[in-house]
């Protein structure tokens, strides 16, 4: 599998009111964060360490008890005892709650907040960890709590675990999933992750997947909204950066960690990327709205395909007709012979029309087919790719290898939409 990305000029904007994330145009060229917005982290990690952080130790067992339901293994609850201690610097990775497959943008999220963590230690910071944090709740931020993948026709699946009957989930998922040559080995992963926690679910299978130095996982709160609660946890772990939640250059938000735009990224795959050429369309007009359906599919067709064939045709039957006057001066009169040409031709032309009639409509019919599925591809449900698309959906089509092509191609400092084309070697 061949990776390569373009850089498109949208970004991911918010509303005020309901924070739904959107794309739109860049309002300036500039799209990669400039060197002085790691000064804010800098500035930060110097404030938190002036003020001394530990947990009470009930509350420090309450979520060492949590994460060992997650994994047992020794290095995460140690960087949770590095955070809760106040011994190092978490980069916060807000996740949806309650929801156990994880989706694309909250991937692209952890990406981000691992090649943060990876920089500011380069920084000499100190001790950086990347915080797991299912934070979000369905309906907040406009989030719809979808986790889809798509199957071979085009049509959405929502395979978003959200409780209950595991055995049931894993039954209905084997028959969900498009079969390909990773469907075992991805179900496989799944089953042996599996837990009634949805929470637990989702961080299970973003450790499996995402087992970098310096991660773990903090346990969801049950009350308030993400902006409180980050604000309450702010002033009792060292917390640097939260991915997904802004620009560092805005400067450093009052009782908050600095911001740190996620990684915005729509994956194009072969298919896709073919009836973009076929349309002669570029991705960040479909992404932005810009493409209007009903004229991509007319695009290359005439617009009267009648008149073109009738102006065709009375070319053809004057030319014969020029025929017939120059063989009258060389002394030939083929009266018969040219009528029989002009009838043919009338015919042959009559029939040629109602093909042609007919073809264009079949090709417009077509046309409207691929296009259709063009936008379910580029824009499922009328949303951003990155806000339904299940990570589920690319690991059984791609297998485990897509993640370490989708890191080593992406740009992380950069807050242009990033279109990532996927392709046969």
Same mark, same amino acid.
């Given at each position: =599998?061949?990776?390569?990305?373009?850089?498109?000029?949208l970004?991911?904007?918010?509303?005020?009111?309901s924070?739904?994330?959107?794309?739109?145009?860049?309002?300036?060229r500039r799209?990669?964060?400039?060197?002085?917005?790691y000064?804010?982290f800098?500035?930060?990690?110097r404030?938190l360490s002036?003020h001394p952080?530990k947990?009470?130790?009930a509350t420090?067992?309450?979520l060492q008890?949590r994460?060992?339901?997650?994994?047992?293994?020794r290095r995460y609850s140690?960087?949770?005892r590095?955070?809760?201690r106040?011994?190092g610097?978490a980069?916060v990775?807000p996740?949806?709650k309650?929801?156990?497959?994880p989706r694309?943008?909250?991937?692209l999220?952890?990406?981000?907040?691992?090649e943060?963590?990876?920089q500011?230690?380069?920084?000499?910071?100190?001790?950086?960890?990347?915080l797991?944090w299912?934070c979000i709740?369905?309906?907040e931020?406009? %989030?719809?709590?979808?986790?889809?993948?798509?199957q071979r026709?085009?049509?959405l699946?929502?395979?978003?675990f959200?409780?209950?009957?595991?055995?049931?989930?894993?039954?209905m998922?084997?028959?969900?999933l /498009?079969g390909t040559?990773f469907?075992s080995?991805?179900? %496989?992963?799944i089953?042996?992750?599996?837990?009634e926690d /949805?929470?637990?679910?989702?961080a299970r299978?973003?450790?499996r997947?995402f087992? %970098?130095?310096?991660?773990?996982w903090?346990a969801?709160?049950?009350?308030?909204?993400f902006?409180?609660?980050?604000?309450?946890?702010f002033?009792?772990?060292? =917390?640097?950066a939260a991915?997904?939640?802004?620009?560092p250059?805005g400067?450093?938000?009052?009782?908050e960690?600095v911001? @740190?735009?996620?990684?915005?990224?729509t994956?194009i795959?072969?298919?896709?990327?073919?009836?973009?050429d076929?349309f002669?369309l *570029?991705?960040?007009?479909v992404?932005?709205?810009?493409?209007?359906?009903?004229?991509?599919s007319?695009?290359?067709?005439?617009?009267?395909v009648p008149?073109?064939v009738?102006?065709?045709?009375?070319?053809?039957?004057?030319?014969?007709?020029?025929?017939?006057m120059?063989?009258e001066?060389l002394?030939f009169? /083929?009266?018969s012979?040219?009528k029989?040409?002009l009838t043919?031709t009338d015919i042959?032309?009559?029939k040629?029309?109602q093909?042609a009639?007919?073809?264009?409509s079949?090709e417009v019919?077509?046309?409207a087919?691929?296009l259709?599925?063009? @936008?379910?591809?580029?824009? /499922?449900?009328?949303?951003?790719q990155?806000?339904v698309?299940?990570?589920l959906?690319y690991l059984?089509f791609y297998g485990?290898d897509f993640?370490?092509?989708?890191r080593d191609?992406?740009?992380f400092d950069d807050v242009?939409? *990033?279109?990532?084309y996927?392709?046969e070697?």
């Amino acid at each position: =599998m061949s990776y390569r990305v373009r850089k498109l000029p949208l970004t991911t904007t918010r509303d005020a009111q309901s924070r739904g994330r959107t794309l739109a145009r860049l309002s300036r060229r500039r799209g990669k964060l400039p060197k002085s917005a790691y000064t804010n982290f800098q500035v930060m990690a110097r404030r938190l360490s002036r003020h001394p952080f530990k947990l009470d130790p009930a509350t420090e067992s309450e979520l060492q008890a949590r994460l060992r339901k997650v994994s047992k293994s020794r290095r995460y609850s140690e960087a949770l005892r590095t955070l809760t201690r106040g011994e190092g610097f978490a980069v916060v990775v807000p996740v949806l709650k309650g929801v156990g497959a994880p989706r694309l943008d909250e991937v692209l999220r952890l990406l981000a907040g691992l090649e943060l963590a990876r920089q500011l230690r380069n920084r000499r910071i100190g001790k950086v960890v990347t915080l797991i944090w299912p934070c979000i709740d369905i309906g907040e931020w406009d %989030d719809a709590g979808v986790s889809a993948i798509m199957q071979r026709n085009g049509e959405l699946e929502d395979i978003g675990f959200r409780g209950g009957d595991v055995a049931r989930y894993l039954q209905m998922l084997r028959g969900t999933l /498009p079969g390909t040559g990773f469907s075992s080995l991805l179900m %496989d992963q799944i089953t042996r992750e599996a837990d009634e926690d /949805p929470d637990v679910f989702k961080a299970r299978l973003l450790l499996r997947w995402f087992d %970098d130095e310096g991660v773990t996982w903090l346990a969801p709160t049950t009350d308030g909204n993400f902006e409180s609660n980050l604000r309450v946890w702010f002033r009792r772990i060292p =917390m640097v950066a939260a991915v997904g939640t802004g620009s560092p250059t805005g400067g450093i938000p009052p009782g908050e960690p600095v911001p @740190f735009p996620g990684v915005s990224a729509t994956i194009i795959e072969g298919k896709v990327e073919s009836w973009l050429d076929k349309f002669a369309l *570029q991705p960040e007009e479909v992404l932005a709205g810009e493409v209007r359906p009903d004229a991509a599919s007319h695009r290359h067709l005439p617009e009267d395909v009648p008149t073109v064939v009738n102006l065709a045709k009375e070319q053809v039957l004057g030319t014969i007709l020029r025929l017939e006057m120059g063989l009258e001066e060389l002394g030939f009169h /083929p009266e018969s012979e040219i009528k029989k040409a002009l009838t043919n031709t009338d015919i042959g032309f009559d029939k040629l029309r109602q093909r042609a009639v007919s073809e264009a409509s079949r090709e417009v019919d077509t046309n409207a087919k691929q296009l259709s599925k063009l @936008f379910r591809y580029m824009l /499922p449900d009328g949303r951003p790719q990155q806000e339904v698309m299940s990570l589920l959906h690319y690991l059984d089509f791609y297998g485990p290898d897509f993640l370490d092509g989708l890191r080593d191609v992406l740009q992380f400092d950069d807050v242009r939409h *990033q279109a990532v084309y996927l392709a046969e070697e």
